[in-house]
């Protein structure tokens, strides 16, 4: 359960995304909203990218008072990821991998599934941005989270990986009860996701619709 | 084929590798002296154990541009160079010969020189052994290219399996490699101003009654002289890495990784600290000045990264406070006491700030 208090994210004195109180309960939820309402700013504040004012916390375990156990539980894939063009996929996923106290197993079937091996290993400044956004969303699976953050999943890659993506999600949710939180302009197709709520971020806040 | 060989692989790998093989001639240059190198050469013409040690330093530098070759075949853009296959197999493997003999020529222009000294030295075996080990690389590299080749689908390929090894990246070599590929530029003018600095005040020590506060001051200028390197990494980690605020990692392992970071790009000064310290002062003394300037150095980072942010009045600050550290050593403030209250101050800096950057 993801509980929400007394939050607000400004930038420069300027009300991004506010909220009192909002708990969002287990299950797959979809968080919608036009470009530039704030649905990313709520995701990275989330996931503990971005400093904000409020507490946010995952089952009882406190962003801001326990940063490293909540950061175990809570990963985020961003809508539009960026890296050094001079590293390699790999080397982004290697680091992330053991920070999130995964294995090196888990890491190579992820890279595996989403057929990333054939090219993980060249600089990403060779990528295209669908190859990046794999790198992106693999990073996201790695370790043990409770909660995965997925800011734009479907953008920019092929057909065949946004099957995958479905899979993954349904996999995890199923078999190890990984809760998710999506964004996406396009509809999820929903007899393949469990879809529980959709939330919706408008007029500078988020509620449920 | 020789010709596009050249034009493609090359060229490319000079280009890229440009300041590797800079770093590697300004130390061959910079920091050996002639006499220097003529007492390794003597010594590997006579020992087989140095000259083994030289072989395998070559051939490391052979794997590396074998495995440069490897990625480069590997690309989209390189498959075009798959027709070569096209062409009779003693002009393909000549070819590739020609290429390997290309890529390493820093390890056979050191050849030829320990081969020239071997001759007048009259160490035949030793001297034939140099030769014979440069063919050696040159035909494997030839036979590998050969293979992969005959292999245009690199997934069923098994050179990738076994040859194609990269190595990770560690995460405090992250911006080193950043500023070693997009801001060389900074990162040569810093290193040659604090590399003058640091020479100068060494060479001035012993010329009058100066003490070690001579050299803080050295090593206080290098460390201020870091600011615009400090700040780009700023920069660095806001533009690429702010994903790494979600990871599960402790303040003291982001303090640790970034101490790291710094140490490796202050190698530079601690390679000319360590050079030139004057004959009076011991080893203990430069370590502990080196450690000075890396506590320096680690501060101001954690001011301008964790504090200061874009605020240019930051600068000010830093200006102000370098006055009033150079002060506090001519009040005769000892530098490993500067050294282990200014690594506390960061790390508290770091642990109060980390996640309150933007």
Not at chain 2, 303 to 318: D, L
């Amino acid at each position: 359960m993801l509980k929400v208090q007394n939050f607000t994210k400004s930038y420069s004195g300027r009300k991004i995304i506010a909220v009192d109180e909002l708990v969002i309960p287990d299950g797959i939820h979809w968080v919608k909203g036009v470009n530039g309402s704030g649905k990313s700013t709520f995701f990275r504040s989330v996931a503990g990218i971005v400093p904000y004012e409020g507490q946010i916390s995952w089952n009882g375990t406190d962003q801001k008072t326990q940063p490293i156990a909540y950061r175990l539980k809570v990963n985020m894939s961003e809508a539009e990821p960026l890296y050094p063009e001079f590293l390699s996929g790999y080397d982004i996923l290697s680091f992330i991998n053991k920070a999130k106290q995964g294995t090196r197993e888990q890491l190579y079937a992820l890279a595996e599934r989403f057929d990333t091996p054939a090219y993980w290993k060249n600089p990403c400044g060779t990528y295209s941005s669908g190859m990046l956004k794999k790198v992106a969303i693999i990073s996201a699976f790695l370790g043990s989270p409770e909660l995965i953050i997925l800011d734009e999943p479907l953008i920019t890659i092929d057909v065949k990986s946004v099957g995958i993506v479905y899979e993954l999600v349904k996999e995890f949710y199923e078999e190890k009860s990984v809760n998710f939180l999506l964004s996406s302009h396009q509809d999820f197709i929903f007899e393949n996701l469990p879809i529980l709520h959709s939330y919706q971020v408008e007029n500078q806040t988020i509620f449920q619709v | 084929m020789n010709k596009i060989l050249y034009l493609t692989i090359v060229r490319e790998y000079y280009r890229q590798n440009a300041i590797f093989i800079f770093t590697v001639l300004m130390f061959a240059i910079g920091f050996l002296r002639g006499n220097e190198h003529l007492a390794i050469i003597n010594e590997a013409l006579r020992s087989p154990f140095t000259l083994s040690c030289i072989f395998l330093l070559w051939i490391l530098y052979a794997v590396k541009v074998t495995l440069f070759t490897l990625r480069f075949l590997s690309q989209r853009s390189s498959e075009f160079l798959y027709h070569i296959r096209l062409f009779p197999p003693a002009k393909r493997i000549w070819a590739f010969m020609n290429l390997q003999f290309s890529l390493i020529q820093l390890a056979f222009t050191y050849a030829v020189l320990m081969i020239g000294k071997g001759i007048l030295e009259k160490t035949w075996w030793a001297a034939l052994a140099i030769a014979l080990v440069n063919v050696g690389m040159v035909v494997a590299g030839a036979l590998v290219y050969e293979y992969r080749i005959k292999r245009p689908n690199s997934r069923q390929d098994v050179t990738r399996k076994y040859l194609n090894l990269t190595f990770t990246t560690p995460r405090f070599l992250f911006y080193p490699r950043y500023l070693l590929t997009r801001q060389t530029v900074l990162l040569l003018i810093t290193k040659s101003f604090t590399a003058f600095v640091i020479m100068g005040v060494c060479y001035l020590y012993p010329t009058d009654d100066y003490d070690i506060r001579l050299i803080s001051l050295g090593c206080l200028l290098a460390a201020f002289s870091q600011s615009v390197i400090l700040q780009h990494l700023h920069f660095f980690e806001r533009m690429y890495f702010d994903m790494h605020k979600n990871m599960p990692v402790s303040s003291l392992r982001w303090f640790l990784n970034y101490l790291l970071t710094l140490a490796v790009i202050l190698l530079p000064e601690a390679v000319v600290l360590a050079r030139n310290l004057p004959a009076s002062l011991s080893a203990t003394d430069g370590l502990i000045q080196f450690f000075f300037l890396l506590a320096v150095t680690v501060m101001l980072l954690h001011y301008q990264v964790f504090v200061a942010g874009n605020n240019e009045t930051g600068f000010q600050v830093v200006f102000f406070s370098g006055l009033g550290l150079a002060i506090l050593i001519m009040f005769k403030i000892p530098a490993w006491a500067f050294s282990g209250v200014g690594l506390v101050l960061a790390y508290w800096v770091l642990r109060r700030r980390f996640y309150e950057v933007e």
